[in-house]
């Protein structure tokens, strides 16, 4: 199974200023054949189901503000958030759609500070 | 658009049975993979399984392998997770979610969950 690892798993920032989590998995994601890496990014607010944000690690879903930019290729991911606000606050979760088991990180909960 | 609601969660036995639906409306059902994700109380997410659109390959996450089973009924746009032997970590919230009908196999639309609480 692939692991995936997340850090930090919880950080503090302040509105408007730069946040930025990681997402190492334990091998590669990338298909050569189509140069894509199967990785996904979600957001979870509380009581709420997850969201999708990013996949292909960097493809920004349909209605995704640009503040939410992924990048990364291979095992080392990051997806950043240029300007936190309010709303943002949120656990996150990276997840391998390389293969079964489809395996997440264990998440990064993101406060304001 | 895109709407998965879930259903069958409750309080059950440990050892006993329960049979999860998740009912699709606002794609074509039968194009698309499904798959069920859980979530114990205050924990991350935890992939269980997936079925093909035509429900001829399904896979387990190894926690649940020989005790859940994953179907689908493509006529009644409903996907269904049977689960078996259930224990005390089996308890969660149960998401259902589709794959790649926007974002490539990502899982890109997602229910409300339904809440399963295995308990004596």
């Known amino acids: 199974d692939i692991v995936m690892t997340q850090s930090p798993d919880s950080l503090a920032v302040s509105l408007g200023e730069r946040a930025a989590i990681n997402c190492k998995s334990s091998?590669?994601?990338?298909?050569?054949?189509?140069?894509?890496?199967?990785l996904a990014w979600y957001q979870q607010k509380p009581g709420q189901p997850p969201k999708l944000l990013i996949y292909?690690?960097?493809t920004r879903e349909s209605g995704v503000p640009d503040r939410f930019t992924g990048s990364g290729s291979g095992t080392d991911f990051t997806l950043t958030i240029s300007s936190l606000q309010a709303e943002d606050v949120a656990v996150y979760y990276c997840?391998?759609?390389?293969?079964?088991?489809?395996?997440f990180g264990q998440g990064t909960k993101v406060e304001i500070k | 658009q895109v709407q998965l609601v879930e259903s069958g969660g409750g309080v059950v036995q440990p050892g006993r049975s329960l049979r999860l639906s998740c009912a699709a409306s606002?794609?074509?059902?039968?194009?698309?993979?499904m798959h069920w994700v859980r979530q114990a109380p205050g924990k991350g997410l935890e992939w269980v399984a997936a079925?093909?659109?035509?429900?001829?390959?399904?896979y387990y996450a190894d926690s649940v392998k020989g005790r859940f089973t994953i179907s689908r009924d493509n006529s009644k746009n409903t996907l269904f997770l049977q689960m078996n032997s259930l224990r005390a970590e089996d308890t969660a919230v149960y998401y259902c979610?589709?794959?790649?009908?926007?974002?490539?196999?990502?899982?890109?639309?997602w229910g409300q969950g339904t809440l399963v609480t295995v308990s004596s």
């Open positions: 979610a589709t794959e790649g009908i926007v974002a490539a196999s990502a899982l890109d639309y």
């Open positions: 606002g794609f074509t059902f039968n194009s698309y993979g």
């Open positions: 079925i093909w659109y035509d429900g001829s390959n399904k």
């Open positions: 091998q590669s994601v990338l298909y050569s054949s189509n140069n894509k890496n199967y």
């Open positions: 292909w690690a960097s």
């Open positions: 997840q391998q759609y390389y293969n079964t088991p489809r395996t």
